[in-house]
């Protein structure tokens, strides 16, 4: 996904949050006891041996707290990887689908901005009947214009494999199979939330 791609759909998010009603926006801030329904969109995903070039997906969650939410994310996303039925590396497409229970805990902030820190189990299943399994833990931010309505973007920090199935080029072997864990910035999220 091309970085123009993801402003449009940022500014598209963006848009959308100011056009919720003003009125509202005065009683801006974390909801509590409210289930939530939203879509999110990753540009990238990682996960050994395949890259996405985008992972489209929607999200159901419960604001337990103003501080704390839980939640699950369904994704799709169309993926290369590298084959393992050629020698000369080839790559294929194929469509992943991801399940994604999370925990989210949010911080104090101002009334309507909150950092926040979210661990989640990524369990992805590949049209190819090949799997894995990540635990991450990310940081951001979530802007509530209203009590009912969040914008928020997650930056992944650390990824821990649990279960990598997925098959590497030439050997049959699971690509990065003594790499247990990832560091740094990766594969940023964006997303809404509707609260009600």
């Not at 009125?23 to 990682?46: C, F, H, K, N, R």
């Not at 030439?170 to 990766?186: E, R």
Request: glycine share 12%; aromatic share 12%; hydrophobic share 45%.
């Amino acid at each position: 996904m091309s970085l123009s791609r993801l402003f449009r759909v940022a500014l598209v998010a963006f848009v959308c949050a100011f056009s919720v009603n003003t009125a509202s926006a005065q009683m801006a801030g974390s909801p509590e006891g409210a289930i939530g329904l939203g879509v999110s969109l990753t540009p990238a995903l990682d996960a050994g041996a395949f890259s996405s070039t985008g992972l489209y997906g929607g999200t159901v969650s419960y604001a337990i707290s103003p501080a704390f939410h839980v939640g699950t994310g369904i994704g799709l996303g169309v993926n290369t990887f590298v084959s393992a039925n050629d020698t000369a590396n080839a790559q294929e497409s194929v469509t992943a689908y991801l399940f994604s229970p999370y925990a989210r805990l949010l911080f104090m902030g101002n009334e309507s901005f909150k950092p926040l820190v979210q661990a989640q189990l990524l369990i992805g299943s590949l049209q190819t009947d090949q799997s894995f399994m990540k635990m991450t833990f990310g940081i951001g931010a979530e802007h509530f214009t209203s009590r009912n309505f969040g914008i928020y973007g997650i930056v992944r920090l650390v990824d821990f494999d649990i279960s990598n199935k997925v098959q590497g080029a030439t050997k049959g072997t699971s690509v990065d199979a003594d790499k247990k864990a990832n560091f740094g910035f990766m594969a940023p999220t964006i997303g809404v939330e509707w609260f009600f």
